[in-house]
């Protein structure tokens, strides 16, 4: 008899049935088989795939949403390192079609019926412009899930993440309008000091919090600040 359907955040809905075990074979290596098995055996994989979503982080932005309501019908929003455009599908669901979506990316993403897809690098002065004229106008929210390969070890993956933090919070001081809100992914164990201080003297609310979507032994986190203060406000 099946196992009974178990509700989860976000108002999604997972089964776990029978668990997958791949056999051994030849050409396989252990680690991409230890992988293949997590997927297989994963619901919110599953559940994506059911839903239409690109990715199954999807449904880690349906859970800080649903918990600090930063998408709002209308608004504009820009995803950074928007590839393969998981979350992207979200925030086109929630702000609905009076809002309007740009996701970017150094590689090219398959077209989102409803969004504008940008193909650059966040570093340039350039992108920002073609955001802000994709949005007409500065954006409500500026959400990141960028990430960089791991390494393997901690102190230099935590930098490398610091690094992407910091680059995605200057792009959102340019293009971020008065009261917006600014959703990053960073590592447990803390924003770096500078950062975070930066980020409590910029938005009038900084949170953490870990979506149950985010896997057990992953040590991601997210910070979500709200209510932009707009201190280069004089300069956009």
Avoid: C
Avoid at 37 to 56: C, F, H, I, M, W
Avoid at 117 to 131: A, I, W
Avoid at 175 to 197: C, I, M, N, S
Wanted: hydrophobic share 40%; charged share 30%.
């Amino acid at each position: 008899m099946p196992r009974r359907r178990k509700p989860v955040r976000g108002d999604v809905s997972v089964g776990r049935d029978k668990t997958v075990k791949l056999k051994k074979g030849r050409g396989r290596k252990a680690s991409s088989r230890r992988w293949l098995e997590r997927q297989l055996n994963d619901p919110y994989v599953a559940e994506a795939k059911r839903r239409g979503y690109r990715s199954r982080a999807a449904f880690k932005l349906i859970e800080l949403d649903d918990k600090f309501k930063f998408l709002r019908a209308g608004a504009r929003v820009a995803d950074l390192g928007a590839a393969p455009g998981g979350w992207t599908q979200v925030a086109l669901e929630r702000v609905s079609s009076s809002g309007r979506v740009v996701g970017i990316d150094l590689t090219p993403i398959e077209p989102i019926g409803g969004a504008t897809l940008l193909t650059g690098d966040v570093r340039d002065r350039e992108t920002e412009q073609d955001l802000i004229a994709a949005l007409r106008g500065h954006a409500d929210v500026v959400l990141s899930d960028m990430a960089a390969a791991s390494t393997g070890h901690a102190a230099t993956d935590h930098l490398r993440v610091v690094g992407l933090i910091e680059t995605a919070l200057e792009f959102a001081d340019a293009v971020l309008a008065p009261g917006g809100a600014f959703v990053a992914k960073v590592l447990q164990g803390g924003t770096e000091r500078d950062l975070l201080t930066r980020l409590r003297r910029d938005f009038a609310k900084v949170s953490h919090a870990k979506p149950g979507a985010s896997r057990k032994e992953s040590a991601e986190m997210y910070v979500v600040a709200t209510g932009y203060r707009a201190t280069q406000i004089e300069q956009k």
